[in-house]
């Protein structure tokens, strides 16, 4: 069990930035295990645990989904990154750079030596809205631990512009679905704060035109 100080997890959350260059090194299984607990530990809706959680290895698996991650950027991220500003909490250049690191990975996704697709066995029943409150908070908790452990990853479901497909070539079941691919690997380059705006430009008290005090400091 990793032991680590309330202040090591707010540094942990503070530093978990989308890592999207990733070295092909192997990752060791008892790494990936933590990982993979850390998730299993988080809320999901009434207990029930119907995430599945599907460790991808097979590089021929990944090419085939990576065929079609590719087509996604092409017609739909790489045309949206173009032609809107940067974000609250960002420069232009730090945009380019977000775009060129979003460039890397599509081109390089299946060499990232673990996949963790996160999933919700839905059975008979339909994915709704709040489906996803099932399975994205250990989404969360699984990037925290990558981090935690000095592993690069980041949440991506870009793929389910092409659900059908990319969910036929992970070889989903009837009645499960992906929600994220969790890409992890040692990274290149260094982790750091992330790139966020002021909390005043977000955070109102009880109506949304009303800026909560605190947050003005």
């Known amino acids: 069990m990793i032991d680590i100080s309330s202040k090591d997890v707010f540094d942990v959350m503070f530093t978990t930035r989308a890592m999207r260059r990733l070295k092909p090194d192997p990752v060791p299984d008892d790494l990936v295990l933590k990982i993979l607990k850390a998730g299993m530990s988080a809320a999901n809706g009434g207990n ?20 079609i991650y590719k087509k996604a950027y092409d017609e739909w991220i790489s045309p949206r990154y ?7 909490g960002s420069t232009k250049e730090g ?37 996803g409150a099932s399975i994205y908070p250990a989404v969360q ?10 592993l690069g990853a980041t949440l991506t479901n870009r793929h389910l512009y092409f659900e ?25 380059g260094n982790f750091g704060p992330v790139g966020r705006g002021n909390i005043g430009e977000f955070v109102f008290l009880d109506k949304l035109d009303n800026p909560w005090g605190p947050a003005q400091s």
């Open 48 to 67: 029930m645990q119907t995430w599945r959680f599907l460790v991808v290895k097979d590089i021929e698996i990944k090419k085939k989904v990576q065929v």
């Open 82 to 88: 173009s032609s809107i500003s940067p974000p609250p």
């Open 95 to 131: 945009y380019h750079r977000q775009h060129t690191a979003v460039e890397y990975l599509t081109d390089h996704f299946h060499e990232a030596p673990i996949w963790i697709v996160a999933c919700i066995d839905h059975g008979e029943s339909k994915p709704t809205r709040h489906s």
């Open 141 to 150: 908790n699984m990037l925290l631990a990558a981090r935690a452990l000095g």
């Open 164 to 188: 059908e497909e990319s969910e036929k070539a992970l070889g989903l079941p009837k009645g499960v679905h992906s929600y994220a691919i969790i890409p992890i690997g040692y990274p290149i």
